[in-house]
């Protein structure tokens, strides 16, 4: 066993763990946060997307003791205090970025990470960006709305291929 | 699934590293980034008994202007190479073959020494490094010591690295001014290539006065693309020569054969991508 120390959606944790345990395992059957979730077997799917000290990492391909001494934001810290939607959850919502919505914790984590680095980016760098995330439903076009619509690039998008 | 049990290390000097390493021997794995890593051990295709995590050794980190070369810390991420303003001024190549590498969560973890280490020949950082003749510095307990490029890969995911010494710097000679294209054919996103092409220029006036090209997946090392550097060395910058240049970049290759195409579809995607790679290079793309 290995002690490990991190923050984790801003509360500090510490715990022993196996140093062969996964993050993302660390985080759901440790700490119970599910709303991260595993969606392949080969680190492909992204759909376990979280932030590990400020950038995207895919948890399932990341040891919990790797984090350690870390900052991890999840899906489950993204939301106010009082429950008020992050705005990139809020236009996942209004766009219907979603079907089944097994993809879209890791879609909103990166789509997060992607408009910190380039806030207003064009059809192609969303799509370039949301490259490691895979979704089996919606065929990506209201996932690339929802992402333009949270960087209020929507208008001039539409506006550009009309 | 997960990988079976190991113990974890994670030294936070390279000496301490080296220490472990000596100590646990052939049970030791190395992790650098962990993202060709895990998967293997997540596979149960490798099982070592102990893990040496570089993650905590600072001086592994970063990129250094070292006069006439560029002197890349094993440890910096594919994400931080790529973003950093010396590499895109003084080895365009690599900076661009990084656009194409991966995806941005495995960016962020990943890094250029480990995926060099890793020597997977459908690597995309392997051609540009054996085009620009970077130069690996290894440590071990006797030292360090430098290994050229065309040294470094041995055969597939197998590098002159010895099992008691660690990839720490690699060393890339500076080309300020060179044009630079890196030309990759997938068949699906984030993946890595068929076949895919480093090439980098330097123009004189529409004249073509040096090139150096690296071929990805063309054999079980990365490979030079000698009889097409040579022949476009002094053609002019031209659709037409470079074609006839390009139509040699194949020659003396031993391409794999596997589902996503054979050895002479190889061949053939690889003198279409050379044209294309030397064009773009040439910013005649
Ligand atoms: C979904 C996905 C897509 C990918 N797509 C691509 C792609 O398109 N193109 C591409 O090129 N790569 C791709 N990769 C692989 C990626 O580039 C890895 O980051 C890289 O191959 C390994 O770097 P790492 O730091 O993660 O090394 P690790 O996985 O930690 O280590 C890899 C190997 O190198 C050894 N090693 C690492 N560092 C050192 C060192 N300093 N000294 C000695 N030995 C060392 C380790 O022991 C291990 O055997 C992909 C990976 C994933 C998960
Ligand atoms: S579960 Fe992590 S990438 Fe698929
Ligand atoms: S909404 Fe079902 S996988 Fe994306």
């Known amino acids: ?162 | 699934m997960i990988p079976a049990a190991f113990g974890y290390v994670a030294p936070t000097s390279v000496e301490e590293a080296l220490a472990a390493l000596a100590e646990h021997g052939d049970d030791a794995k190395i992790i650098a980034g962990g993202q060709s890593l895990l998967p293997v051990l997540r596979m149960r295709l490798n099982a070592p008994e102990w893990v040496i995590d570089l993650g905590r050794i600072a001086s592994l980190r970063g990129v250094r202007d070292g006069g006439d070369h560029l002197a890349i810390g094993a440890m910096t991420t594919h994400h931080d190479v790529g973003q950093d303003p010396m590499v895109h001024e003084h080895a365009l190549l690599i900076s661009k073959a990084i656009t194409h590498l991966a995806d941005a969560q495995v960016r962020h973890r990943g890094t250029f020494g480990g995926a060099l280490a890793h020597a997977d020949p459908a690597g995309d950082l392997g051609a540009p490094a054996l085009a620009l003749d970077a130069i690996f510095v290894v440590q071990g307990p006797g030292g360090s010591r430098e290994i050229p490029a065309a040294d470094f890969f041995v055969d597939l995911f197998e590098t002159a690295i010895s099992d008691d010494e660690i990839l720490t710097e690699i060393r890339v000679p500076k080309y300020g001014g060179w044009g630079a294209s890196y030309e990759k054919f997938v068949r699906i996103a984030h993946q890595w290539p068929i076949v895919a092409v480093a090439a980098s220029v330097r123009l004189e006036g529409d004249t073509i006065a040096e090139a150096r090209i690296g071929l990805t997946n063309m054999g079980s090392t990365p490979v030079r693309a000698r009889a097409t550097e040579q022949m476009l060395a002094g053609q002019p910058a031209t659709e037409e020569g470079v074609a006839a240049a390009a139509a040699l970049a194949a020659d003396g290759t031993t391409p794999p054969s596997d589902l996503n195409g054979d050895a002479d579809y190889r061949r053939h995607l690889a003198t279409v991508l050379t044209r294309r790679a030397v064009l773009a290079a040439a910013g005649r793309g």
């Open chain 1, 1 to 162: 066993m290995t002690r490990i120390n991190l923050t984790v959606d801003g509360q500090r944790v510490a715990d022993d763990v196996e140093p062969r345990m996964l993050l993302v395992q660390y985080l759901r059957e440790k700490l119970g946060k599910t709303g991260t979730v595993v969606g392949c077997d080969t680190s492909n799917c992204g759909a376990c997307t979280v932030h590990l000290d400020g950038r995207s990492v895919k948890s399932c391909n990341v040891l919990a003791v790797q984090a350690d001494g870390g900052e991890v934001t999840t899906i489950e810290g993204l939301a106010g205090e009082d429950g008020q939607l992050h705005p990139v959850q809020e236009a996942f919502r209004e766009c219907h970025g979603l079907q089944c919505g097994y993809c879209t914790p890791g879609m909103i984590m990166q789509t997060v990470d992607l408009l910190a680095e380039n806030p207003s980016p064009s059809e192609e760098a969303i799509r370039l960006g949301l490259e490691g995330n895979l979704c089996r439903c919606t065929g990506y076009h209201n996932i690339v709305r929802a992402v333009q619509h949270a960087a209020g690039t929507t208008g001039a998008a539409e506006g550009a291929s009309a």
